[in-house]
């Protein structure tokens, strides 16, 4: 990691949160993948976040625990980081969901 970079992250610890999120959500995703891959495509996108997120929890929280730990996070910012990792974990899911069907979509048409 460079000195800017440093810098910038302790100046600005949101950045610093941020990139766990993403490396917590990143961790989780195959786990959630292989628990809600088979129902997603039957659902509205509003549903499928609310999914993602109940069966997500699961396979997210240790990942979540093991990196508060491992980065010494301050309690006050728990709930924050938890609510940032979720939100990229859905982010992910969702993209990878649409990936596939746009895929599966180009197939049919040839």
Known sequence: MGLFQAIVRRLNPEIALSELADQIADL???GVWKRVRTQLPTLPAPEMRGYVRARGALVL????HQAVERHAVVSGRRAQLYALATEALIR?????????????TQRRAA
């Open 92 to 104: 992910r899911v969702q993209q990878h969901a649409l990936t596939i069907a746009a895929d599966k």
């Open 28 to 30: 989780a995703f195959d």
């Open 61 to 64: 929280r240790p990942h979540f």
